[in-house]
């Protein structure tokens, strides 16, 4: 059986004096030559590539794993600034709660800045030396 079929081909190489079998063996193995080469770069390239990918990996859940733990630490904080707040709240509702005039001095503050009178604040119920100490002060602030 004859490997190479072309009349021009066949004639090239005779002119060569080249056996056409050599010349396809010869062919052959510079094909299988270079698709050797080439699976080895694309396994080298592979490798590489998966390396990469997997230094791309590690560096991403340790970023994960940070800002996890910053999350939970900001939660932690959170939860204090709630429960400090809450008791401070408390306190403040205990605090006026036995001092109940305050609530008096700050209804007399919203009426002077309304531009209410110390008689104005006598009538909602402070004594007067309280409504005139504090319309005042007032008008002192207004000044400064």
Excluded: W
Aim: hydrophobic share 40%; glycine share 2%.
């Amino acid at each position: 059986m004859e490997l190479i079929q072309n009349n021009a081909i066949r004639a090239f190489l005779e002119e060569l004096s080249l056996d056409p079998t050599a010349v396809f063996l010869t062919t052959t193995t510079v094909v299988s030559l270079a698709f050797c080469f080439l699976s080895i770069y694309l396994f080298i390239s592979l490798h590489n590539h998966k390396k990469l990918t997997n230094e791309r990996y590690e560096y991403l859940t340790g970023q994960l794993h940070t800002i996890t733990n910053a999350s939970v630490n900001i939660g932690h904080r959170v939860k204090d600034i709630e429960h400090n707040m809450n008791h401070a709240i408390n306190k403040q509702i205990d605090f006026e709660s036995r001092y109940p005039e305050l609530k008096a001095f700050d209804k007399a503050e919203s009426l002077l800045k309304k531009g209410a009178s110390a008689e104005d604040l006598i009538a909602e119920g402070l004594n007067r030396p309280e409504a005139e100490l504090f319309s005042k002060l007032h008008k002192a602030k207004k000044v400064v």
